[in-house]
């Protein structure tokens, strides 16, 4: 069965600190892998996708197969990246683009 | 361009009372979802479209219907309210083929059952 699981609901963490937001999947297939976030008072957007290997406000996340994770990393944690995470996986055969999604952490950045 | 634009944000029924939740899209966007968060639960999804004409169930269907007759529009139907339908619905968008591309969401829609 295809799921996604993000083991913790909050992770706190001072300015400056590092942050690791942990993914884990479960999945046959080759998937697909993404991390959307929701801002206080804004709407659920893509952070970034595995695909492009790219690094978005200063977060990257790298597939690991091996251990089916997909963690999201940023080396010096600023206030304004308080919000909730959600890891999200897409596959399958059937192409229809919907995505399964983990329980969300909600990363609290102290001053 | 709107995005996806979702109405009404925020609904309080009583039990067994009926309502549509609007979703709308102008990005010509062909796939089109239905999600419901809940906390500590995540996002679960209800209903899909891969077109118009073409809808299918998702993770948890049951109390709930949709049409699909426009690109634009995906509305989501609640027949017989329930407090366990008490939750924030997210409707989002896709554009291109298959699994990949980014979903658009719209900024939810917070239905309280009492």
């Known amino acids: 069965a295809q799921r996604v699981t993000q083991p913790e609901k909050l992770l706190s963490v001072f300015k400056g600190a590092p942050v690791e937001l942990k993914c884990n999947y479960s999945?046959?297939?080759?998937?697909?892998l993404f991390w959307y976030v929701q801002y206080s008072r804004q709407r659920l957007q893509l952070l970034l996708r595995?695909?492009s290997r790219e690094s978005i406000k200063g977060f990257t996340a790298d597939l690991n197969k091996g251990e089916t994770s997909f963690h999201l990393k940023k080396p010096f944690a600023q206030e304004e990246d308080s919000a909730m995470y959600y890891c999200a996986l897409s596959g399958g055969s059937s192409n229809t683009g919907k995505l399964i999604f983990g329980q969300g952490t909600t990363l609290q950045v102290k001053p | 361009n709107a995005g996806v634009t979702q109405t009404p944000k925020f609904r309080i029924l009583k039990i067994g009372q009926s309502m549509t939740l609007q979703c709308t899209q102008d990005m010509n966007h062909n796939y089109m979802y239905w999600y419901r968060q809940d906390p500590g639960m995540g996002l679960k999804l209800i209903y899909y479209s891969v077109g118009a004409g073409i809808t299918d169930k998702g993770e948890v269907p049951n109390g709930y219907n949709v049409s699909r007759s426009t690109t634009e529009d995906f509305p989501l139907r609640l027949e017989l309210a329930a407090p366990s339908q008490t939750s924030v619905y997210f409707c989002?968008?896709?554009?291109?083929?298959?699994?990949?591309?980014?979903?658009?969401f719209g900024e939810g829609s917070r239905l309280t059952v009492l």
């Open positions: 999945y046959s297939g080759s998937p697909e």
């Open positions: 989002a968008s896709k554009g291109g083929q298959g699994a990949t591309g980014e979903l658009f």
């Open positions: 595995h695909i």
